[in-house]
């Protein structure tokens, strides 16, 4: 008979959200994952959820995102677009500073 994993007291779930201002950049970005490590680092079995909504900064991804939305419905999709590519543009820059010069950023546009 295989050994069973030993019974853990039951934990409550904790969840981590961060979005808006707490990841607005890259520095942002790498303070809310020392939080989560110092989390995981403190309680290994804790039992987490990590939950990461659209950046905050300027301008704010979700007002962006909302105002291509109205822009489509008005039938402007060269103003949507424009304001997706901005969405998309934003995200890429702040993934190649937290990739630094690993090289693993190369691939994005």
Avoid at 60 to 71: N, P, Q
């Amino acid at each position: 008979m295989a050994e069973s994993e030993p019974e853990l007291p039951f934990l409550a779930w904790v969840v981590h959200k961060f979005g808006g201002t707490s990841v607005a950049s890259a520095e942002c970005y790498q303070n809310a994952a020392a939080i989560v490590t110092d989390v995981v680092d403190s309680e290994p079995y804790r039992r987490m959820a990590v939950v990461v909504s659209a950046m905050g900064g300027k301008p704010k991804v979700t007002d962006m995102l909302l105002t291509s939305v109205h822009a489509a419905a008005e039938g402007n999709m060269e103003r949507c677009e424009a304001l997706l590519q901005a969405v998309r543009d934003k995200y890429c820059t702040c993934i190649q500073e937290l990739l630094g010069g690993s090289g693993r950023g190369a691939q994005l546009p």
